[in-house]
């Protein structure tokens, strides 16, 4: 299933799509560097060419809370030794979460029961391979959307909603709406599968319906972005704020026939 | 109980040492037993404008790694009573500075001294990071201008994540914002930002405004902190500092471009 982003240019530089890719997730049970690495060197001693520039999940799941923190710079360093590249990190409490943002690192929530479930045939063994869907950053057609309601229940997004000030170099996601009462400095970035509401100065990236959803909507007390995006379809509003008289202003962004709309509210 | 306070700003050269230094000694002006800590483990700063470079003989990273005992590295200041210096090794790279071995110091510290004020060197780096982990409070020292803002900006977000307060999920860290090198007649030009725009973009409570000084140049030479020299603007900027610390409320002062007499305006300002 591939699913092209419209860009909304003449002659795009680049085609956007959306795909589902099999990836090797290692599940940790341990945070203990040194059993990480003894591990690691007898998988890769077998097979050394093997896993070379293999892109690596490091999945958080099954991690009991009573394990002590780990490091992720150097559990990054230590895979690359062994040729892993880790390219996200699953799963696992709020500090994980935390910690892959500050490292610069993606962040996937769990996988879903049906997910799970696949896991458990192999939850002993600690190279598993499992399918992750890409669900971010990517679109759906309506047809598909609807073939897809049709099987699963609809799921009942939550709204998240954060109280504190988001820095720069600090980046927010959220699967339904995201709520925001501080403000979002610039160089901070919001991603949000349903709308995105701040409640205070919005100087930062904002980037709503970023599942697929269109109909999701962008508020904001003042409104100063460096990006506003609906589903794909994105304005960089600080490059000419100049001459932009909602510059400062209550706006609502909306995505209306392939282009963004900036209201007053 | 001690209170670990940390002087951070991600931006390099904008006057973290400069505040350590004077806040530090102006605590122990006011009687509280102080000790100030140099974290910009090889560069070696914090001496130098305290004036103590020669009687450095053992460092932070010597106690850390158990060649020195704390008393043999802490350096009593000569001037001001209560006040102690912890200096940097200038021999060593960041990474001497283990977690383990920053809890120690600063647990045996707080037996001794009410305020431990924590010089940090510049980035977001390992160095910097240890500098803030154990903080209880933060000065966060920023320049009116937009990289340094955005610099100080990110170093929060670090507090609100990183710091030992944000992993044990106790209060957090009390952020204190410091402008210095702050020059009214470039904010009239508009060549600066104004405090009302940082305040805004930072949102977190001021704590005062150092004017751009040359007395803060004289004084770093004369490895005396500029806090003492209370004629000078900046000297007198750091004691309301030190008394709003403390509780005080006392306004804001050196906002305005000086008024320049007639031939001052002749002949141009002078700094
Ligand atoms: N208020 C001021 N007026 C004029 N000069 C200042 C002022 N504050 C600091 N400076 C000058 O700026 C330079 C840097 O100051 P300082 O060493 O305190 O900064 P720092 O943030 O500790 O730097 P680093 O990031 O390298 O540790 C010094 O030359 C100092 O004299
Ligand atoms: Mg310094």
Redesign the pocket.
Known sequence: MTLQLQTGTAAAAFKMTGGIYTLTTLELHSTNPADITNQLENMTRKAPNFFQQTPVIIAFDQLSPEQPPIDLYQLRHSLQQFGLILIAVRGGQESHKQDAMMAGIPWLPSPRQRDREEDEDSADNVETNVVIMQKSRTTTSPAAEAANQTQTPPVIQKTTLIEHPIRSGQQVYAEGDLVITSPVSSGAELLAGGNIHVYGPLRGRALAGINGNSDARIFCLQFEAELISINGQYKMPSASHNSDPLWGSSVIVSLEEQSLHIKKL | MARIIV?T?G???????????SIATGLALKGHRTVVIDF?VG?R?LDL?MGCERRVVYDFVNVINGEAELHQALIRDKRTENLSILPASQTRDKEALTHEGVEKVLNQLAKDFEYIIC?????IEHGALMALYFADEAII?TNPEVSSVRDSDRILGILQSKSRRAVENLEPVKEHLLV???NPDRVTRGEMLNIQDVEEILAIPLIGV????????K??NQGVP?VCNTESD?GQ?YNDVVARFLGEDIPHRFLEPAKKGFLQRMFGGI?
Do not use: F
């Open positions: 002087v700003s931006k390099g050269g904008v006057g973290k040492t400069t505040t350590s230094s910009d560069l700063n404008l010089d940090s060197p510049a980035g020292t210095t090198r702050y150092i004017p751009e000084s040359t007395s803060v140049l004084a770093s500029v900046a900027a700094g």
